[in-house]
């Protein structure tokens, strides 16, 4: 199958703004090359067994973000759509294009294969290992290795968003929770909790391709017994309520969602929240607490930040 690939290169403090305008135009599939990850992961020996060293001389200052849209949609109006938000709405705006804006044709193997040179295995906080599928590693004592093939979903445990809202799971998952995943992307933070003893989770996703990488992801962890993933929009399609609820979106979508929290959460229970950019953290921070959430930690980590509630 080909796909079509369009690529932004633009800068950190704009990845948040580019990226829902990718997933507006309707991107199957989204990937996030961000030169600071592999540089600040590439310094800790504990958590990569091996890094490439052409990763070094990527522009730090420089983000990319590639999404792929099938090759028998209408490209032509896909990659005005992108166009018009990223670069000539800004430049009237504000005075300066969000990036800049190319277009490649590529087949399932190409992409298949590119992208693996930047995800080996990968410690997150005391006990995970996110390991490549592809990959092998030597387990220590004590470890909770997480085999995950993310394909065309988001979420390898890389990004920063992601591996804060693993290290919030280790803390908080106790045996027999039950767990709401919110955007679930490749399944690894269901996964993760499964095996750090949760009896049930869901995980929900509006795209069809990430609920399809998910169910992959969790028959290769053998936790299909416990983790379950559904087509749908936040949390219209879960019933009850759950011990934690996990969702790593985007700000605005977690305003949003926080409306509806009290309904599906259990006494006591956790929210953890994380894609926030640092400047909407004030913003999560009041909604949560307008709703009578208690915001007991927001943990920052490069131009993201997770945010821990209870209710």
Aim: overall charge negative; glycine content about 8%.
């Amino acid at each position: 199958m080909k796909w079509v690939e369009v690529v932004v290169k633009t800068c950190h403090e704009k990845e948040d703004k580019v990226a829902d305008i990718l997933y507006q135009a309707g991107a199957l599939g989204l990937a996030i090359e961000d030169p600071r990850d592999f540089l600040e992961l590439s310094s800790n020996k504990k958590a990569w067994d091996y890094v490439d060293s052409n990763l070094m001389s990527l522009d730090e200052d420089v983000l990319i973000l590639k999404a792929y849209f099938s090759e028998a949609e209408d490209t032509e109006k896909i990659v005005d759509f992108i166009r018009k938000r990223v670069i000539e709405e800004p430049l009237e705006s504000e005075g300066e294009a969000y990036g800049e804006v190319t277009l490649n044709l590529v087949d399932d193997q190409d992409f298949a294969e590119a992208w693996k040179q930047y995800y080996k295995p990968l410690r997150i906080g005391d006990r995970i290992i996110i390991k490549p599928s592809w990959e092998t590693y030597d387990e220590e004592p004590g470890d909770l290795v997480i085999e995950l093939d993310p394909g065309m979903a988001f979420g390898t445990g890389t990004h920063e968003t992601t591996s804060m809202c693993i290290e919030a799971l280790e803390g908080l998952v106790k045996e027999n929770d039950h767990i709401y995943d919110i955007g679930c992307g490749s399944g690894i933070l269901g996964i993760t909790a499964a095996k750090l003893g949760a009896e049930r989770v869901i995980g929900i996703d509006i795209d069809p391709v990430c609920i399809e990488v998910s169910k992959e992801n969790i028959e290769m962890n053998g936790v299909e017994d416990i983790v379950q993933v559904y087509l749908g929009d936040l949390l219209d399609v879960v019933d009850g309520k759950a011990d934690i609820i996990v969702s790593n979106i985007i700000a605005e979508v977690i305003i949003d969602m926080i409306d509806d929290l009290n309904n599906y959460l259990e006494e006591d229970g956790f929210f953890i929240a994380s894609g926030i950019i640092l400047s909407k953290v004030g913003l999560v921070e009041e909604k949560l607490k307008a709703k009578g959430m208690k915001v007991l930690e927001t943990k920052r980590l490069g131009e993201w930040a997770c945010i821990v509630a209870q209710k």
